[in-house]
Each structure stands twice: as structure tokens, then as C-alpha cells.
């Protein structure tokens, strides 16, 4: 503690809310509260825009019961923000940051949230203002680069499991089709978590697409029919961001084809999530085709969308999640008061049978703006399934699922 600065701590979060985020962001508190040097923790309504707009919560007056509770709360308790960091919005939150004589800067989010700390820590160095600047990870996307896994993937992804083992059991009550779409514009590792809450192999999904493999429609209805004439029923688990050959998203590819226009958000990305056009499209082509290859007139085919549900389901976040998140916050706050340094806090997985990680810090310039894919070799050769690697690397991060039994 020899080298802390005094001044203020600024604390955001940003991008798509968790189950768990404000785990990481008692993390920080607790961790900053003790220590006199910092006379205010701020916490940013509604991110960089609470910021740049001087509108901030005084953290440092909730008590530790108050605390508790907001970790337990899933979604952003300060608010999120969706603004992308340009330069210059980026000079309008030094501006704030300085004036409002903060030293410390926490921003809670993905690789968005990274590039800012980048950006801002740059401007910082470059006038000459000591400010530690720290990026803690969040994402249901499981995304980042460097670290083993991101806080809010585990929760996340024990959902997607535990609703898919619901939807098995339903699905072979009353036999059809089912394709669900799990969220994931470039990434499928929440479609793959899927299949974590299987049975055994006579239970689905017992297909699964995401956006790593590309995506063919005949390839798809042939895929449905084989399964269908299998089981008697197929259960499919699709990412919202699947694309074609071409890197077109295939919401946006069969838009065009069926002449509808599809939504999109301010940044002109189409908009995948909390949209049921995909799940609807690919039923509706299932339909038209699978049963001329099955040899009958008509099949049961119904779709779903999961949307938003997935992120913030309250009181069903993995124990697992909840530790590793409060953690990264801890981490964070403790490596910003240990000496003149900046960084994303990063977990790294031990190679032991028995699952642990260790936080350590990063480069902020290694985990801003890339995307990490789901790994080729998680992924079957036919594209269309997951491999039991991917179900060895998630299981620790998910805990205890339901346990189902079938008479058939």
C-alpha cells in the first residue's frame, strides 16, 4: 500500500447485464471501503454515460447487508450503458474523471469496456494524471480473450442446460420438432452449453448450430429429417448469430429471401436477440421440406426464442459464478491499490483434476475488441453437434444441475 494515490473510485458497468455483475462490483467495494485514501467510491449510473453526465451513487455508505443483497440481485445495479468507446467520448470521461479527482477507474463489462479502460488510461499517461485504470470481465457470451472463462457464463450457461433437459423431456412427451435459439452474435459457447444437461444420448438437443460452423440450409433440413426418423423427434439448439458461407447472419440471409426486413440498432447491427424471426424462419423451412423426406404429409415444428431470460434469471446463478465474479472484482481493486498499474483482471484454470483458477491481471490491450470463437475441436466434424471436451471444460463452471429420470 506504500504507493496509493489518493483520490476518488469510479466504478461502471456496461454492455448486456449478468446473473452475477454485481458480485464483482461488491468485490470492489468491500475491498475499497477500508481504505482512507480513497474518500469516495462513485458508482456511474448507467456507465460512461453516468460519467460523461456526472451522475453517480455514493457506494461507500451502504452497509454490508445492503451489499449482500445487491450481489445476490442479478442485472446491472448502477444501470448499463451500450455506448461504444470513440475518442472522443473517451476525452469527455477523462474530463469527468478528472474533475471529479477520481484516481482509481473500475469499468465492469466486456471487450467494449476494455477498449475504453485502454483508451482512457492512454489519455491519462499521455497528460500526465496518475489514474489506475482496471477492466473486470463480464459476459454470458464467454467471449474474452486471455481468460479461461468470463463471470456470468457459468450462470448462463447453467440455464440454457437445465431449460434444454426441461424442453428433452417435454419434447418426447409429445413428439415434433423443436428448435430453440440461445443468444450468441459471434460466439457459440452459451448454444453449447445446451447440451450439459443431456440424459444420455437419446436425448436432445439432439442437434446444435453455432456461428463458428457455417450454416447450410439443405444441410440443416436433412439434418432435422435424420434425427426425426431416429428418435421419433428432434430437439435443435441454435446460436442466434449462425451465419452462411458467405459470413451473412442467417436471420438477415433469410430475411432477404423471404423479402422481410429485419430490425436493427442504433449501431446498424441487426438485431438477434429478443427476436423470435429466426426461430420462426427455420421452422417455417422445416416444414415446407422435412416432410417430403420423411415420406409424410406433415410435421409438428415448433420454435422459441430464449432472449433476455438467459442473463438475469434470479436465484438460479451457479455458486461457482457468484465466487469468480466477486472475486475479479476483489482482485481488481486490490491490484489498483498495489502500485501504479492498469489491466482486465483474467482467470486462469489450473491444469489439475480438480477444477481451480487463479486471478491474475492482463494486458488491457489483449482483451479489448477480439472476440474469442468456441474452439473448433468443441464442435463435432459434422458441424451440427458438441464434443465431450467442451462438456469436461464447462461442467466445473455451471455446479449442480437438476436430475432428471425417463422411462423412455
Given at each position: 500500500m506504500t504507493d496509493l494515490i489518493k483520490g476518488n473510485a469510479v466504478i461502471g458497468q456496461s454492455g448486456g447485464p449478468t446473473a452475477v455483475i454485481n458480485q464483482s462490483l461488491v468485490g470492489i467495494v468491500e475491498t475499497l471501503k477500508s481504505c482512507r485514501k480513497i474518500p469516495k467510491i462513485l458508482g456511474a449510473n448507467h456507465g460512461v454515460d453516468g460519467i460523461v453526465n456526472n451522475k453517480f451513487f455514493d457506494l461507500k455508505k451502504l452497509k454490508k447487508a445492503e451489499l449482500e443483497r445487491l450481489a445476490l440481485s442479478p442485472a446491472a445495479a448502477l444501470g448499463s450503458s451500450r455506448t461504444k468507446p470513440t475518442p472522443e467520448f473517451c476525452k469527455k470521461i477523462f474530463a469527468s474523471l478528472e474533475a471529479n479527482d477520481v484516481r482509481y477507474f473500475f469499468y465492469i463489462g466486456g471487450n467494449d469496456s476494455a477498449d475504453t479502460c485502454r483508451i482512457v488510461n492512454e489519455m491519462a499517461n499521455e497528460s500526465g494524471y496518475e489514474l489506475r485504470c482496471f477492466h473486470v470481465p463480464k459476459t454470458i457470451d464467454n467471449d474474452l480473450r486471455v481468460t479461461d472463462h468470463t463471470p456470468g457464463y457459468g450462470s448462463a450457461a447453467k440455464f440454457v442446460a437445465s431449460a434444454f433437459a426441461g424442453e428433452d423431456r417435454d419434447n418426447a412427451s409429445l413428439p415434433g420438432v423443436k428448435i430453440s435459439v440461445v443468444m450468441g452474435r459471434d460466439a457459440g459457447w452459451l448454444t453449447a452449453a445446451s447440451v450439459l444437461g443431456k440424459i444420455d444420448n437419446t436425448c436432445g438437443p439432439h442437434l446444435v448450430y453455432v456461428p463458428e460452423v457455417a450454416f447450410d440450409e439443405k444441410k440443416f433440413v436433412e439434418d432435422v429429417a435424420k434425427t426425426y426418423k431416429k428418435y421419433g423427434r428432434c430437439l435443435v439448439a441454435v446460436s442466434e448469430g449462425i451465419k452462411n458461407k458467405k459470413g451473412t447472419?442467417?436471420?438477415?440471409?433469410?430475411?432477404?429471401?423471404?423479402?422481410?426486413?429485419?430490425?436493427?440498432?442504433?449501431?446498424?447491427?441487426?438485431?438477434?436477440?429478443?427476436?423470435?424471426?429466426?426461430?420462426?424462419?427455420?421452422?417455417?423451412?422445416?416444414?415446407?421440406?422435412?416432410?417430403?423426406?420423411?415420406?409424410?404429409?406433415?410435421?409438428?415444428?415448433?420454435?422459441?426464442?430464449?432472449?433476455?431470460?438467459?442473463?438475469?434469471?434470479?436465484?438460479?446463478?451457479?455458486?461457482?459464478?457468484?465466487?469468480?465474479?466477486?472475486?475479479?472484482?476483489?482482485?481488481?481493486?486490490?491490484?489498483?491499490m498495489?502500485?501504479?498499474?492498469?489491466?482486465?483482471?483474467?482467470?486462469?484454470?489450473?491444469?489439475?483434476?480438480?477444477?481451480?483458477?487463479?486471478?491474475?491481471?492482463?494486458?488491457?490491450?489483449?482483451?479489448?475488441?477480439?472476440?474469442?470463437?468456441?474452439?473448433?475441436?468443441?464442435?463435432?466434424?459434422?458441424?451440427?453437434?458438441?464434443?465431450?471436451?467442451?462438456?469436461?471444460?464447462?461442467?466445473?463452471?455451471?455446479?449442480?444441475?437438476?436430475?432428471?429420470?425417463?422411462?423412455?
Amino acid at each position: 500500500m506504500t504507493d496509493l494515490i489518493k483520490g476518488n473510485a469510479v466504478i461502471g458497468q456496461s454492455g448486456g447485464p449478468t446473473a452475477v455483475i454485481n458480485q464483482s462490483l461488491v468485490g470492489i467495494v468491500e475491498t475499497l471501503k477500508s481504505c482512507r485514501k480513497i474518500p469516495k467510491i462513485l458508482g456511474a449510473n448507467h456507465g460512461v454515460d453516468g460519467i460523461v453526465n456526472n451522475k453517480f451513487f455514493d457506494l461507500k455508505k451502504l452497509k454490508k447487508a445492503e451489499l449482500e443483497r445487491l450481489a445476490l440481485s442479478p442485472a446491472a445495479a448502477l444501470g448499463s450503458s451500450r455506448t461504444k468507446p470513440t475518442p472522443e467520448f473517451c476525452k469527455k470521461i477523462f474530463a469527468s474523471l478528472e474533475a471529479n479527482d477520481v484516481r482509481y477507474f473500475f469499468y465492469i463489462g466486456g471487450n467494449d469496456s476494455a477498449d475504453t479502460c485502454r483508451i482512457v488510461n492512454e489519455m491519462a499517461n499521455e497528460s500526465g494524471y496518475e489514474l489506475r485504470c482496471f477492466h473486470v470481465p463480464k459476459t454470458i457470451d464467454n467471449d474474452l480473450r486471455v481468460t479461461d472463462h468470463t463471470p456470468g457464463y457459468g450462470s448462463a450457461a447453467k440455464f440454457v442446460a437445465s431449460a434444454f433437459a426441461g424442453e428433452d423431456r417435454d419434447n418426447a412427451s409429445l413428439p415434433g420438432v423443436k428448435i430453440s435459439v440461445v443468444m450468441g452474435r459471434d460466439a457459440g459457447w452459451l448454444t453449447a452449453a445446451s447440451v450439459l444437461g443431456k440424459i444420455d444420448n437419446t436425448c436432445g438437443p439432439h442437434l446444435v448450430y453455432v456461428p463458428e460452423v457455417a450454416f447450410d440450409e439443405k444441410k440443416f433440413v436433412e439434418d432435422v429429417a435424420k434425427t426425426y426418423k431416429k428418435y421419433g423427434r428432434c430437439l435443435v439448439a441454435v446460436s442466434e448469430g449462425i451465419k452462411n458461407k458467405k459470413g451473412t447472419p442467417m436471420a438477415v440471409a433469410l430475411c432477404e429471401k423471404m423479402g422481410k426486413e429485419i430490425e436493427r440498432d442504433s449501431h446498424g447491427n441487426a438485431q438477434l436477440s429478443g427476436s423470435g424471426m429466426l426461430g420462426d424462419m427455420l421452422s417455417e423451412l422445416v416444414k415446407a421440406k422435412a416432410p417430403r423426406k420423411l415420406g409424410v404429409k406433415s410435421l409438428r415444428v415448433r420454435a422459441d426464442t430464449y432472449g433476455y431470460l438467459q442473463r438475469s434469471f434470479a436465484g438460479y446463478a451457479s455458486e461457482v459464478d457468484q465466487y469468480e465474479a466477486r472475486m475479479c472484482g476483489k482482485t481488481a481493486a486490490e491490484l489498483a491499490m498495489s502500485g501504479n498499474l492498469d489491466g482486465s483482471v483474467v482467470m486462469k484454470r489450473a491444469k489439475t483434476k480438480k477444477y481451480k483458477v487463479t486471478f491474475e491481471r492482463a494486458e488491457l490491450a489483449q482483451v479489448a475488441r477480439v472476440t474469442k470463437e468456441l474452439p473448433r475441436s468443441f464442435v463435432n466434424k459434422a458441424g451440427n453437434g458438441i464434443t465431450k471436451s467442451y462438456v469436461n471444460y464447462a461442467l466445473p463452471l455451471v455446479g449442480k444441475l437438476p436430475t432428471l429420470g425417463k422411462l423412455f
